[in-house]
């Protein structure tokens, strides 16, 4: 086989798994878009409507409590993960940290990336089972945090090192402080920032195995911080296993609303993105 055949042969190969792969994302959604989107048009009610008593054997209501307790759930988890995750990149940049001592800490970094998030789940849960404490939302705060905390910081990261040497030199060159010119250093890779926020908050969000030993399986409207919660998709994987009908068909109510935001999101970080784009420099 002359190279010209093995070109060809390979640009068909490649070709057939981007079709592939790009086949199977577009049958997975639609299927969860129409077969979902058919139950929010009959009652769309149940997106903020309250459980009713029997709603896991009967149905009776809606799944708002997921809805809340997902928001309550990644919301400061995500605030608090961004906030050492910032940091932390900051901190493995030339101006902090050797070179070696930088790429020890990716390193680890990449493993707790590639950590399934069933992990941190059981982590957490060993915590609360030590000190006497039940599952909550606090405990699944705390989880999804930890779950974050690696993707962001790899995303933040890697944009820091990607924003243009001449901020750094310049407000050395103005005579800037290291943590003036590290502030400046962050506003030129906001982009890469934001898509990493953007990206974390969609992981947690659609993660189940995390909160699934943490924050618990409640079918009532979050309370408070220390006590149980439920998130939309451990709310999928107890409704999906129901008997009854009614229930199965909340379930795929509940991943198209799942999906319909974190498509959401990806599109916002890539809007978001190119919009602070404009305003760094080479942008």
């Avoid at 997975?28 to 459980?51: E, Y």
């Avoid at 962001?152 to 243009?164: K, V």
């Avoid at 009532?220 to 939309?232: E, I, K, S, V, W």
């Avoid at 107890?238 to 799942?258: G, I």
């Amino acid at each position: 086989m002359n190279r010209y055949a093995k070109q060809r042969l390979f640009g068909a190969a490649v070709r057939a798994a981007a079709l592939l792969v790009v086949g199977v994302m577009v049958l997975v959604v639609s299927v969860t878009l129409v077969r979902g989107g058919r139950v929010l048009l009959t009652d769309p009610a149940i997106v903020v409507t309250p459980p009713g008593s029997r709603y896991m054997l009967e149905g009776t209501g809606g799944f708002l409590h997921a809805v809340l307790g997902s928001v309550f759930v990644v919301g400061p988890a995500t605030a608090i993960s961004m906030v050492f995750a910032v940091s932390t990149a900051t901190y493995l940049q030339s101006d902090y940290s050797s070179e070696r001592f930088s790429e020890s800490v990716n390193m680890f970094l990449n493993v707790l990336w590639g950590t399934p998030p069933i992990v941190y789940g059981v982590f957490v849960l060993t915590i609360i089972i030590a000190i006497g404490a039940q599952t909550s939302l606090f405990f699944g705060v705390v989880a999804i945090a930890i779950f974050q905390y690696p993707i962001m910081t790899r995303y933040t990261d890697e944009a820091l090192r990607a924003a243009p040497d001449g901020v750094r030199e310049s407000t050395y060159g103005l005579g800037a402080t290291r943590f003036e010119s590290a502030r400046m250093t962050v506003r030129a890779a906001a982009p890469g920032i934001i898509a990493g926020l953007i990206m974390g908050f969609a992981r947690g969000i659609g993660d189940a195995a995390t909160v699934l030993f943490t924050t618990g399986r409640s079918t009532r409207m979050p309370g408070g911080l220390f006590d149980a919660a439920t998130t939309l998709p451990v709310l999928i994987f107890d409704q999906a296993m129901s008997f009854n009908p009614e229930v199965r068909s909340h379930a795929y109510a509940a991943s198209f609303v799942l999906t319909v935001v974190v498509l959401g999101l990806i599109l916002v970080s890539k809007l978001l993105a190119g919009r602070y784009a404009r305003y760094t420099p080479g942008g």
